[in-house]
């Protein structure tokens, strides 16, 4: 991103409300892109809450690894509703503006939920860690309640440092265009808008983004590292297999949510259009695709829905 040079005085206007562009280079597909994007929030919906009742219904699935697969359900319909139901909205009124206030609401609680989804994964990593390279000591390690503080842990520490960041992306004056080239109230968006330097700024999220992102990344490099290692030691091949396919899900919900998450943050263009498609894929289609990978590749999960549909 580019630091700002701060304009004559005479030019600047304090902006009390925004304009979210979102679409609108795409008239035509406007009634379009609302059912498009209603149908995949139904289906958000739908599928991850039904894997949250299940993991909390079926006595088959009541240990760690599905409760944190509950809590991520829970997740990502938090995660989603930030940000689909204004797009909706936008997309059927055509009005697009936004407060100043309702932003700032908007970017804590996505970068709340977006920074626990980071943590979360992690701690489902190192429970796949404890099962697979420490069977015999994981219902001792990884107890009922080691589970509760090990997802209270990937929730609070988030709540404190995304309310500094969104005071601290807010206290800037903004100037000149009011007009947010994205569908939502996203940090490097606002960063254009506002007047002077915003250096400072860009330093928190970098570090903010180096606690949330890249570590949360290497820690769970590592426990799979340890992980395939201690696999490829098993004597029997069923045996291997069985592991992987418990690690596999998970696996590749990483490789999609962090792939696509640091290319769209780290990568040094922030061009609109293509900031826009990066965001929908991880703010969106792989919340739409988590359950269907977790479902399809688990064969408990698939017995469990089979129990609920006949029921």
């Known amino acids: 991103m580019k630091h700002q040079e701060k304009p004559p005085k005479e030019n600047r206007t304090q902006w009390m409300e925004f304009v979210l562009v979102g679409f609108a280079d795409m008239p035509r597909l406007q009634w379009f892109l609302f059912g498009l994007f209603l149908i995949i929030y139904i289906i958000i919906l739908v599928n991850n809450g039904t894997i949250f009742l299940i993991t909390k219904m079926d006595p088959a699935l009541q240990s760690p690894m599905y409760y944190f697969l509950a809590n991520f359900s829970f997740l990502e319909i938090c995660y989603v509703s930030v940000i689909l139901p204004r797009m909706l909205m936008d997309l059927a009124t055509q009005r697009r503006t936004i407060s100043l206030a309702a932003c700032a609401i908007q970017m804590y609680f996505f970068l709340l939920f977006v920074s626990a989804e980071c943590l979360l994964l992690t701690v489902m990593a190192y429970d796949r860690y404890v099962a697979i390279c420490n069977p015999l000591h994981y219902p001792l390690v990884m107890n009922h309640r080691v589970c509760i503080q090990l997802v209270s842990v990937s929730w609070i520490p988030g709540i404190p440092i995304q309310i500094g960041q969104t005071c601290q992306v807010f206290s800037l004056n903004f100037c000149g265009s009011n007009q947010i080239d994205h569908f939502f109230c996203d940090m490097p968006p606002v960063f254009k808008l506002a007047c002077g330097d915003t ?16 570590i949360p990344l290497l820690l769970i490099v590592g426990s799979y590292t340890k992980i395939i290692s201690t696999i490829l030691k ?11 396919s418990t690690c596999s899900s998970h696996l590749t919900v990483v490789v999609l949510f962090f792939g696509s998450a640091i290319i769209t943050y780290i990568r040094p263009s922030h061009s609109g259009g293509s900031s826009k498609v990066l965001s929908l894929f991880y703010t969106i289609l792989i919340p739409m695709l988590n359950p269907m990978i977790y479902s399809l590749r688990n064969k408990d999960v698939i017995m469990a829905l089979r129990k609920l549909l006949c029921e």
């Open 199 to 214: 250096f400072v700024n860009e330093m928190l999220l970098c570090i903010v983004l180096m606690f949330y992102g890249m």
């Open 234 to 244: 098993l004597p029997s091949a069923t045996t291997r297999a069985k592991a992987f």
